[in-house]
């Protein structure tokens, strides 16, 4: 990053909070009229609840939703999120706050950014990103919607840098900074989610809007010498037709050899990009890995990556709007990213809270350079408590070993698989398959020759509940074709739950390695890592059954094949100390 300072002059607002609410534009989120308030008879109960989890991120009560920019400054790690402060369902968005010294313990800080302004956010405040400018100065940018519910772009800053938890923060006031108008052609219902902004080597900064043209998804660019005057750049960085609209746009370089982070503003020749985009029609986050010329200000996609929901995800399962930040402390890119409920609008009022965030996950580009792998954080090993460790054995096919002496609804467990035999595969026909839905057609249930095998979690004494988590293997044009499933077919005899079973191909062979998956399990979600992070899908699941010490665990085998478990390592996790 170059060294160029900038002067920014702020004079401090006073922030009335109004709890209007706005329509629904292009959002896609549903307005609860009457859910707005938490009846306060539940609010003595709900950290005893069963489906709290006890080291994911959430507030004691109400609605989350949106990760909004994490950054680490003075050593303090600070995370903002979309919140209504007034009932479990969404409306009334403000920027909630909190801060940590190592991404797992938090302490809650006071709202960071409410309705005030008129022209600019008196109808919400929403998603954005924090920038760090020269001499080490964060500010936000985000998405305000106006009086005319129109939705414009706004720029914040602390009112005390020397304040390392940044408890205050003041906004421009000649806010909004950019915005629709009859010229620019901008659709100002479609028009939201500011990037992290990055410095060109003109040393002019860059940011990105997510927008869309009809079913045209847009990264739309902006451009600024001083970082409050902002002009609209002659083309979108880029765009790609059928996708849709585009929220919480993240871009950013990633090293083409070894997995340190790199600033946003970083450029070199061993350095690709990756442009995320979240699909507000699916609810899907996806990426590419391309280049970027900063002098025509173009980002192009690698060879063979595909736009849209079939194309590379960062999660395939409950996983949406997330975002990435250069974690200066430890050299490292982050990403954080929202899961949400799969229970009804009423289960989660009565619940009185919706929403948490995933664990914080470590990124960085694999070496093929076609695809990045994510890893929690090693930060949260220390929650790691009583461990149980299997030697290698095999698993029979038709079978299940239960793992005992870890507490099962809240666990890390992670084993290695090998299988020796792999002349008898089911073999895939068609050219393409959706992953998805041959995990739903081919769920745990249904033996296979080589699969499923993998982990029963939250799984009820008589089996009639369990989320399973397992591989299975094919033969698809005379290679091996490895499939993960997150099966949540028998999650729970609640019938009003979400109980969708996800899939992702996972590209490894399992002729030449082992194959490794590891579960994050927090009495209400499952985190899965297949391949070494190749591929992650989350489960958010509420059984009946399977509740706080009825709950078990198994490594199964449903497949006619034996396969190797060359190693197992679980422990109970700790409760983290969370707002």
């Given at each position: 990053?170059?060294n160029t300072?900038?002067?920014?002059s702020?004079l401090?607002?006073?922030?009335?909070?109004?709890?209007h609410?706005?329509l629904?534009?292009?959002a896609s989120h549903?307005?609860?009229?009457?859910?707005?308030?938490?009846?306060?008879?539940?609010?003595k109960?709900?950290?005893?609840?069963?489906?709290?989890?006890?080291?994911?991120?959430?507030?004691?009560?109400h609605w989350?939703?949106d990760?909004?920019?994490?950054?680490v400054?003075?050593?303090?790690?600070?995370?903002?999120y979309?919140y209504?402060?007034?009932?479990?369902v969404?409306?009334n968005i403000?920027?909630?706050h909190s801060?940590?010294?190592?991404?797992?313990?938090?302490?809650?800080?006071?709202?960071?950014i409410f309705?005030?302004?008129?022209?600019?956010?008196i109808n919400?405040c929403w998603?954005?990103?924090a920038?760090i400018?020269?001499?080490?100065k964060p500010?936000?940018?985000?998405?305000g919607?106006?009086?005319?519910?129109?939705?414009?772009?706004?720029?914040?800053m602390?009112?005390?840098?020397?304040?390392?938890?940044?408890t205050?923060?003041?906004?421009y006031?000649?806010?909004?900074l950019?915005?629709?108008?009859?010229?620019?052609?901008?659709?100002?219902?479609?028009?939201?989610?500011?990037?992290t902004?990055?410095?060109?080597?003109?040393?002019?900064?860059r940011?990105?809007?997510?927008?869309?043209v009809?079913?045209?998804?847009?990264?739309?660019?902006?451009k600024?010498?001083?970082?409050?005057?902002?002009?609209?750049?002659?083309?979108?960085?880029?765009?790609?037709e059928g996708?849709?609209?585009?929220?919480?746009?993240?871009?950013?370089?990633?090293?083409?050899?070894?997995?340190?982070?790199l600033d946003?503003?970083?450029?070199?020749?061993?350095v690709?990009y990756?442009?995320?985009n979240?699909?507000?029609?699916?609810?899907?986050?996806?990426?590419?890995?391309?280049?970027?010329?900063s002098?025509k200000?173009?980002?192009?996609?690698?060879?063979g990556?595909?736009?849209?929901?079939?194309?590379?995800?960062?999660?395939y399962?409950?996983?949406y709007?997330?975002?990435?930040?250069?974690?200066s402390?430890?050299?490292?890119?982050?990403l954080?990213?929202?899961?949400?409920e799969?229970?009804?609008?009423?289960?989660?009022?009565?619940?009185?809270?919706s929403?948490?965030?995933?664990i914080?996950?470590?990124?960085?580009?694999?070496?093929?350079?076609?695809?990045l792998?994510?890893?929690?954080?090693?930060?949260?090993?220390?929650?790691?408590?009583n461990?149980?460790?299997?030697?290698s054995r095999?698993?029979?096919g038709?079978?299940?070993?239960?793992?005992?002496?870890?507490?099962?609804g809240?666990?890390?467990?992670?084993?290695g698989?090998?299988i020796?035999?792999l002349?008898?595969?089911?073999?895939l026909?068609?050219?393409q398959?959706d992953p998805?839905l041959?995990?739903?057609?081919n769920?745990?249930?249904e033996?296979?020759?080589?699969g499923?095998f993998?982990?029963?979690?939250?799984?009820?004494n008589?089996?009639?509940e369990y989320?399973?988590?397992?591989?299975?293997?094919?033969?698809?044009?005379n290679?091996?074709?490895?499939l993960?499933?997150?099966?949540?077919?028998?999650s729970s005899?609640?019938?009003?739950?979400?109980?969708?079973?996800y899939?992702?191909?996972?590209?490894v062979?399992?002729?030449?390695e082992?194959?490794?998956l590891r579960?994050?399990?927090?009495?209400?979600?499952?985190?899965?890592?297949?391949?070494?992070?190749?591929?992650v899908?989350?489960?958010?699941?509420?059984?009946?059954?399977?509740?706080?010490?009825?709950?078990?665990?198994f490594v199964?085998?449903n497949?006619?094949s034996?396969?190797?478990?060359s190693?197992?390592?679980?422990?109970?996790m700790?409760?983290?100390?969370i707002?």
């Amino acid at each position: 990053m170059a060294n160029t300072s900038i002067s920014l002059s702020f004079l401090f607002v006073s922030a009335l909070f109004l709890g209007h609410q706005v329509l629904e534009l292009e959002a896609s989120h549903h307005i609860f009229e009457t859910y707005q308030t938490t009846p306060k008879v539940l609010h003595k109960a709900l950290v005893n609840q069963a489906y709290r989890t006890g080291y994911h991120f959430q507030p004691p009560k109400h609605w989350i939703n949106d990760p909004n920019g994490p950054m680490v400054y003075k050593g303090i790690y600070h995370l903002f999120y979309q919140y209504n402060p007034k009932g479990a369902v969404w409306g009334n968005i403000v920027w909630a706050h909190s801060t940590s010294r190592d991404l797992v313990n938090w302490t809650a800080q006071k709202q960071a950014i409410f309705p005030s302004q008129q022209q600019a956010d008196i109808n919400e405040c929403w998603s954005g990103s924090a920038t760090i400018l020269p001499g080490g100065k964060p500010v936000i940018l985000y998405t305000g919607v106006d009086s005319q519910e129109q939705q414009v772009q706004n720029l914040a800053m602390p009112k005390n840098l020397s304040d390392p938890h940044l408890t205050e923060w003041i906004k421009y006031p000649k806010n909004p900074l950019m915005k629709a108008t009859p010229t620019n052609k901008i659709n100002g219902s479609a028009f939201r989610d500011p990037t992290t902004a990055w410095q060109g080597p003109d040393n002019v900064w860059r940011v990105l809007i997510g927008s869309r043209v009809n079913k045209r998804g847009l990264a739309i660019l902006y451009k600024s010498k001083d970082f409050k005057h902002w002009k609209l750049g002659e083309k979108p960085l880029h765009s790609a037709e059928g996708t849709g609209m585009w929220e919480c746009p993240d871009f950013f370089p990633v090293k083409t050899n070894g997995n340190e982070g790199l600033d946003t503003s970083a450029r070199g020749e061993n350095v690709k990009y990756v442009l995320k985009n979240s699909l507000d029609d699916t609810k899907h986050d996806y990426y590419t890995v391309g280049t970027y010329d900063s002098v025509k200000d173009k980002y192009i996609p690698g060879k063979g990556m595909i736009e849209g929901d079939s194309g590379l995800r960062y999660d395939y399962g409950k996983f949406y709007a997330s975002k990435t930040f250069f974690d200066s402390e430890k050299q490292r890119r982050v990403l954080w990213g929202w899961i949400n409920e799969s229970s009804s609008v009423e289960d989660d009022v009565q619940k009185g809270w919706s929403g948490v965030q995933a664990i914080p996950r470590h990124i960085w580009l694999d070496k093929s350079g076609k695809q990045l792998l994510q890893w929690p954080i090693k930060e949260i090993e220390k929650l790691r408590g009583n461990q149980v460790k299997w030697p290698s054995r095999i698993l029979e096919g038709a079978s299940q070993l239960e793992v005992v002496g870890v507490t099962a609804g809240q666990a890390d467990i992670e084993v290695g698989f090998e299988i020796n035999d792999l002349k008898n595969l089911e073999v895939l026909k068609e050219k393409q398959y959706d992953p998805q839905l041959l995990c739903s057609k081919n769920s745990a249930s249904e033996k296979g020759e080589v699969g499923p095998f993998g982990f029963l979690t939250f799984a009820s004494n008589d089996l009639r509940e369990y989320t399973a988590v397992f591989y299975r293997i094919y033969k698809h044009q005379n290679k091996h074709k490895v499939l993960l499933c997150s099966d949540q077919s028998r999650s729970s005899l609640n019938k009003h739950n979400d109980k969708t079973t996800y899939g992702a191909f996972v590209d490894v062979d399992p002729a030449n390695e082992q194959l490794s998956l590891r579960s994050l399990i927090d009495r209400s979600i499952v985190e899965s890592f297949g391949g070494k992070g190749k591929a992650v899908i989350t489960s958010r699941v509420y059984p009946t059954l399977a509740v706080d010490d009825q709950i078990k665990l198994f490594v199964f085998n449903n497949g006619t094949s034996k396969v190797k478990i060359s190693y197992l390592n679980a422990w109970s996790m700790n409760k983290a100390q969370i707002n």
